[in-house]
């Protein structure tokens, strides 16, 4: 038999061993066992203050450092990376138009192929041949109606 027990129940449950188990470790725990004495160091008042040393002027006669000039400085890496971003995504507008320009012209070019060349001798010559076989057809009987000059 599977008996289910509420989640809250199972929580609080939880909980308490733990309250339990945490209280029964300190309650266990012994006592210090030796008095041990920790040295600190004496104090003497009596000598006199000592006297810091006094700065000294620096060396060079240099400007300080400004907030502007450590803002730069911080902001440097990240504008050189955006400046590469940029110019990694123009690369690739370029590139894509080149290819897409390319495409274009290769389309071009086999429609440009698949079109025959329009002599006029030769457009000519194939008129007057299916002229004559339109002759022969109506000559023949093969076709009527006003193709053939008939109404």
Not at 22 to 47: I, Q, R
Not at 114 to 120: C, F, G, H, Q, S
Not at 121 to 150: K, N
Request: proline share 7%.
């Amino acid at each position: 038999m599977l008996v289910r027990f509420p989640s809250r129940f199972v929580l609080a449950s939880s909980v308490l061993g733990v309250l339990a188990a945490s209280s029964s470790a300190a309650l266990t725990m012994t006592g210090g066992t030796a008095d041990a004495a920790v040295k600190v160091p004496e104090f003497d008042n009596s000598a006199a203050p000592s006297v810091p040393a006094r700065a000294t002027a620096p060396l060079t006669d240099t400007p300080p450092v400004t907030g502007a000039q450590i803002a730069g400085l911080a902001v440097t890496p990240a504008l050189d990376r955006v400046s590469a971003i940029i110019a990694e995504r123009a690369q690739a507008e370029a590139a894509a138009e080149a290819a897409k320009a390319a495409a274009a012209k290769a389309e071009a070019a086999k429609a440009q192929a698949a079109r025959p060349a329009p002599e006029r001798s030769s457009r000519e010559e194939q008129l007057r041949r299916l002229a004559t076989q339109i002759r022969q057809a109506c000559d023949d009987g093969r076709l009527h109606g006003r193709i053939c000059g008939d109404d």
